[in-house]
């Protein structure tokens, strides 16, 4: 009886330790991209390495909120979202915890990492001026700034100012120019506002598209999508400011969160998302740009053409957006 009972003990034991194992094992993402942007990337690394990937979609404010509540009793290990306000966000809240890593650091530039170490992007997405073709020739354009001068005035079409994209330029603007500059310029483009602000970019497209405004500021992959959908689309894009800083650039990112149940094999996949064969497929899916410099994109994206990006750490998204915003309301640009 008492063998027999050391017999269960020991065979609870080791299932106990089975549980344990496989549990470190798998992976908890919080995204607040779309399933089907981020499940295929998911399951490539599963098939490859075994390890499974859960993870629970939302959007990015509930996801960071839910984070925080959950403290040290939290689920995931990782939380996956866009523009680098929002990391940089997630990072003040205290929910992000820094980690090193040589791979993490030769794949993907110093300008697309926190300087802290908080968190690393994964593809790049330009926020750029698209134009009609048919009211609008390329030599018009030149800048952002540009687009605050009379000659633009009821012919310019934006996305609302609560939208953390035009938040994050803004702040780049500020970090460029100075308040009083950026400011300036902002005044200009809501005078030059033809009609009122849209809910998202693809309806700043559209508007352009039908005729209600001649040119808009939008991220590139809305384009790459309508573009898809509609291959006649009477809009193109334009990158801006090539003769001086560039073209205003944010990311998609990820970031390890404090309390963490599986942090090494959180890091592992997470460095297996900045190599060649990730990044490819990662960008391809949502349209961006590869955030390591060394991966080509995809045909459909390239055909876009290339451009000069923005120089400046996308970080600087966040560190200046509070001041963005009040920019923004001040100016009038609801």
């Not at 390890?256 to 990730?278: I, R």
Request: net charge negative.
């Amino acid at each position: 009886m008492q063998v027999r009972q050391s017999l269960f003990a020991l065979l609870a034991l080791t299932a106990a330790a089975a549980t344990s194992v496989q549990a470190a094992d798998e992976v908890v993402v919080y995204s607040s991209r779309i399933d089907e942007l981020i499940k295929p990337v998911f399951d490539a690394y599963t098939a490859k390495t075994g390890v499974p990937i859960k993870f629970i979609t939302d959007k990015e404010a509930p996801l960071m909120q839910r984070i925080k509540a959950e403290g040290e009793n939290g689920v995931a290990d990782l939380l996956l979202t866009v523009d680098a306000g929002n990391l940089w966000q997630a990072e003040q809240m205290g929910i992000l915890q820094p980690f090193t890593s040589k791979v993490i650091e030769t794949n993907i530039p110093s300008q697309y990492r926190s300087s802290t170490q908080g968190w690393i992007g994964l593809s790049l997405r330009a926020r750029t001026i698209v134009y009609s073709t048919e009211r609008v020739k390329p030599e018009e354009l030149s800048t952002y700034e540009a687009l605050a001068d009379a000659n633009w005035e009821g012919r310019l079409c934006l996305r609302t100012a609560k939208k953390v994209y035009n938040q994050s330029l803004t702040a780049t603007l500020i970090e460029t120019h100075g308040a009083a500059k950026a400011e300036e310029i902002l005044k200009g483009w809501v005078n030059n506002l033809a009609t009122d602000v849209f809910a998202d970019d693809n309806a700043v497209i559209q508007a352009v598209d039908a005729g209600q405004c001649d040119v808009g500021i939008v991220n590139t992959y809305y384009y790459g999508r309508l573009h898809k959908e509609n291959p006649d689309l009477r809009v193109k894009i334009f990158w801006p400011n090539q003769a001086d800083r560039g073209v205003h650039v944010n990311l998609s990112g990820i970031g390890l969160t404090k309390h963490a149940p599986h942090p090494e094999a959180a890091k592992a996949l997470v460095e297996w998302m900045t190599t060649d064969e990730a990044q490819g497929l990662f960008a391809s899916i949502n349209q961006e740009f590869p955030a390591n410099p060394a991966v080509k994109p995809s045909a459909e994206v390239a055909a876009w053409g290339a451009f000069k990006a923005d120089s400046i750490p996308v970080e600087v998204a966040g560190k200046r957006q509070a001041e963005a915003i009040k920019m923004m309301d001040r100016v009038g640009w609801n």
